[in-house]
């Protein structure tokens, strides 16, 4: 069996960093943002939140 007999795997990935007082909610909802920018950039990408 050789790698390219498999399904392959792709991953898009947003981060945030949390800061000081902002909302658990507000967190996701930035790396959510990231994330689909990272999608909409291509495969294999990761996206940061401003």
Avoid: C, H, I, K
């Avoid at 069996?1 to 991953?11: K, L």
């Avoid at 909302?23 to 495969?43: I, K, N, P, Q, T």
């Amino acid at each position: 069996m050789t790698p390219n007999d498999g399904p392959s795997v792709t991953a898009s990935v947003g981060v945030a960093l949390w800061t000081q007082g902002e909302s658990f909610e507000r967190l996701v909802e930035r790396a959510d943002e990231a994330m689909y920018f990272a999608r909409a950039s291509g495969r294999n990408q990761v996206g940061v939140a401003d």
